[in-house]
């Protein structure tokens, strides 16, 4: 039986054209796309996929997480592959800082060192090229949001 998960590639990875390259990390593992779009985001659908992270972080975060997104070209993708998809796709993905992501991870081989400390001191968040899911109950939320038409049953 095959698994889904969620993943949507950031702005910096559309802008730097490494779509097809991240793609590829996926499908060396026998992970593969399911359903895809190219979206330009509204302020209102990247508030909500970063409500908690807002709410947490308060009004400079979403400030921030607008800047980076609003009006900007992002690829939300469902993945489908053999069970623990979601853990093996995190995997993949490494981890959220550049900086400290493994070779052979997109983030750790893609994302040109990014840092925290960087990202603090041009005041913006840190560049990572890619979200991905972290539970059933955010992929199902986070796909809905992002390709409502998609039929997760």
């Known amino acids: 039986m095959k698994d889904i998960t969620f993943v949507m590639l ?3 990875a559309i802008d730097r054209k490494l779509v097809y390259e991240i793609i590829s990390y996926f499908e060396k593992e026998g992970i593969y796309a399911r359903s895809f779009d190219l979206q330009t985001v509204k302020a209102q659908i990247i508030k909500e996929h970063y ?3 807002i709410l947490k972080f308060g009004a400079d975060f979403e400030r921030k997480t607008l ?4 009006n900007k070209l992002v690829m939300p993708i469902v993945l489908t592959g053999d069970k623990d998809v979601i853990a093996k796709v ?3 993905v490494g981890a959220t800082e550049p ?3 493994e070779k052979g991870t997109i983030r750790g081989d893609l994302g040109e060192g ?3 400390p ?3 001191i041009e005041n913006r968040l840190v560049r990572n090229l890619i979200h991905a899911s972290d539970c059933v109950d955010a992929v199902r939320r986070e796909a809905k949001l992002w390709l409502p ?3 997760l049953d």
């Open 10 to 12: 950031k702005p910096d």
């Open 51 to 53: 409500a908690e992270h």
């Open 67 to 70: 800047e980076m997104f609003e």
């Open 90 to 92: 995190r995997k993949i």
């Open 99 to 101: 900086l400290k992501a």
């Open 114 to 116: 990014d840092s925290y």
């Open 118 to 120: 960087k990202s603090t």
């Open 149 to 151: 038409d998609f039929s």
